[in-house]
């Protein structure tokens, strides 16, 4: 079992950055490939960006892939999503998520891979 906690959410206006943080434990988190969704109100939860297990390949939503950036400090067991020129249509709440599967590209992108979830942190972005 792996347990993840976000942080890093709040109200920001629009232009504003954001660093969210995951914090996972209950499993070498090297092994782990994770991702980050994301889910506005009244909508589906949708893929925003994922990282390989062992520092590997990046995937990126289109709508996000000039703003935001996924890294991972495997040292201290933590995955970030830094977010730049935060929109309204950004605003969501934001989850980790991690599976054990080293994702291909359109695996990466699949909620239905993921095994494990945080509990979500939320963005809101006024205008």
């Known amino acids: 079992q792996v347990q993840m906690v976000e942080s890093g959410g709040g109200l920001v206006q629009a232009g504003a950055a954001l660093r969210l943080s995951c914090a996972a434990s209950?499993?070498?988190?090297?092994?782990?490939?994770m991702g980050w969704f994301r889910q506005a109100p009244g909508k589906e939860r949708e893929f925003v960006a994922a990282?390989?297990?062992?520092?590997?390949?990046?995937y990126y939503a289109d709508s996000v892939k000039d703003r935001f950036t996924i890294s991972r400090d495997d040292a201290k067991n933590t995955v970030f999503l830094q977010i730049n020129s935060l929109k309204p249509e950004d605003t969501a709440v934001y989850y980790c998520?991690?599976?054990?599967?080293?994702?291909?590209?359109?695996?990466?992108?699949?909620?239905?891979?993921?095994?494990?979830w945080g509990q979500g942190t939320q963005v809101t972005v006024a205008s």
């Open positions: 209950g499993r070498a988190f090297s092994s782990l490939s």
């Open positions: 998520a991690a599976t054990t599967n080293n994702l291909s590209t359109a695996q990466a992108t699949s909620i239905i891979w993921y095994k494990f």
């Open positions: 990282m390989r297990r062992g520092a590997g390949s990046a």
